[in-house]
């Protein structure tokens, strides 16, 4: 008969991260971290009235237009080239009402998006906004990057942000088991995010299968298709998440939020 293990000092010290510790804190609601989403734009009315509805006021939405035809951002005007965008910020501002929301709109009225446009946007992200997290909800389809210089373009891109203490979250494929979805198969560094159905939002599950390491809560509150489990609603719950805890230790640095959400699972999510 085998003899139970002795816990460990680093058990002892890893049990105390726990989602009532650390997610429930009232001081844990994304307070003072900024956080990019890299879509398809939002559309701030719907979201600041959303946040009213909720007691939740939320910071002014600022953000840009990013387009392969212009050689620098254009202005933000508030709206959405497509509901996509709108779905992913509002389930970060349910998740964690106080961050500093911008929305990077990388698709524009054609619904698609450009490897330079992508990675336009996250360097603007990092430079001038200043993100602490970064959202990409999107996939860059593997026959885009056959050319080796633009994969290393993005690859480049993913992994400056990771140096500059950025964390990215990027979605996982959906349905394509065949196709690698870009930048999600850089992971790490960024962290890669399947779809999963919990019955709270703020559990998540590390579950290491090929390049993906976490799975979230795969629906949104609002918009069309938000009820249809994908990982772009997942996404947005884990980097919701890690800007409640990133309120409660700004300095933490990615590899410091990847092992802490690993231990909070561990702990028994």
Request: charged share 20%; with cysteine; aromatic share 8%.
């Amino acid at each position: 008969m085998s003899t139970p293990t002795e816990p460990t000092v680093f058990d002892e010290i890893f049990a105390k991260l726990t989602p009532d510790r650390l997610l429930h804190d009232p001081r844990a609601t994304g307070e003072g971290v900024a956080v990019a989403v890299l879509d398809s734009g939002v559309e701030r009315a719907v979201l600041e009235e959303r946040a009213k509805g909720r007691g939740q006021p939320v910071y002014p939405i600022e953000g840009a237009l990013f387009r392969p035809s212009a050689p620098a951002p254009l202005p933000y005007d508030g709206h959405q080239s497509s509901p996509h965008g709108t779905t992913v910020a509002d389930i970060i501002l349910t998740v964690a009402p106080r961050v500093k929301l911008y929305s990077a709109d990388v698709f524009g009225p054609q619904g698609t998006c450009e490897v330079e446009t992508v990675v336009a946007a996250l360097r603007h992200a990092i430079d001038v906004w200043q993100v602490k997290v970064v959202n990409l909800s999107l996939g860059v389809p593997e026959h885009k990057l056959q050319q080796a210089p633009r994969r290393l373009l993005l690859q480049r891109a993913v992994e400056e942000a990771y140096f500059r203490d950025v964390l990215v979250f990027a979605a996982a494929h959906n349905e394509h088991p065949l196709t690698r979805s870009y930048p999600a198969a850089f992971a790490p560094p960024l962290i890669s995010v399947d779809k999963a159905l919990f019955d709270d939002p703020l559990r998540f599950a590390y579950v290491l299968k090929d390049q993906v390491e976490f799975q979230a809560h795969s629906r949104g509150y609002l918009g069309p298709f938000a009820r249809e489990p994908a990982t772009s609603w997942a996404t947005p719950h884990l980097a919701g998440i890690a800007a409640r805890i990133l309120s409660l230790k700004p300095d933490l640095k990615p590899f410091e939020i990847k092992t802490i959400l690993y231990w909070m699972f561990r702990a028994g999510m």
